[in-house]
């Protein structure tokens, strides 16, 4: 589902607390959880509202995750690609793993695995982020520690693949060290792409 054009004044504040509820509903109760009735109590808005824009849950992901992907990720600048994609599988590890905001992280996970619109939300979210820390790989190129690859996002993919397989799919814990090993098999293949 396509969110609405986001309007200012009322309807932004509105907006901003339904997305806040959803954020706060997700944490405490995952996505099999989150409801519209819920959502709105703690909004402080009437349900109908939550209807009219949102339509369901899945409406309310796919709109919390486009404002999700309007907030930048901190780009690591360690000089290295080693050091940068560490950083990077780090982030990724510790964004799930969080007390605070790994529950909600996991429910937008959740969610696009359930219904096609939370799905179509969660795939452009990641595409960006993977854009964004596709300069990880440009900058290595620019200082002559890799030879030009067809695609960096693919690098970045392939660093971040094994913390998410280990998260969702055999749920295994993910450590510090199994971060690092991501991030050094995707140095291998990048660097194996100059002979």
């Known amino acids: 589902m396509e969110p609405q054009r986001r309007p200012g004044g009322r309807s932004a504040r509105v907006r ?3 997305l ?3 954020a706060a509903e997700l944490a405490e109760h995952g996505y099999p959880g989150l409801t519209v009735e819920a959502v709105a109590q703690r909004a402080g808005v009437h349900k109908t509202t939550v209807y009219r824009r949102w339509r369901g849950p899945e409406g309310l992901v796919a709109d919390a ?3 999700a992907s309007e907030q930048s990720w901190p780009i690591p600048d360690t000089g290295s690609l080693r050091g940068d994609l560490r950083a990077l599988t780090e982030l990724l590890r510790t964004g799930f793993t969080d007390p605070e905001s790994g529950s909600v992280a996991t429910a937008f996970v959740a969610a696009g695995m359930q219904h096609p619109d939370a799905a179509a939300a969660l795939r452009a979210f990641y595409a960006a982020r993977h854009r964004e820390a596709a300069v990880l790989v440009e900058r290595a190129v620019a200082r002559g520690e890799l030879a ?3 695609d960096p996002v693919e690098i970045i993919r392939f660093a971040l693949a094994p913390v998410f397989h280990r998260l969702f799919v055999t749920h295994e814990p993910v450590t510090a060290a199994d971060a690092r090993r991501a991030a050094d098999a ?3 293949v990048a660097t ?3 002979d």
């Open 192 to 194: 194996a792409a100059r």
């Open 20 to 22: 806040d509820a959803t």
């Open 65 to 67: 995750l486009d404002r």
């Open 148 to 150: 030009p690859v067809p």
């Open 186 to 188: 995707a140095v291998t």
């Open 16 to 18: 901003e607390a339904v």
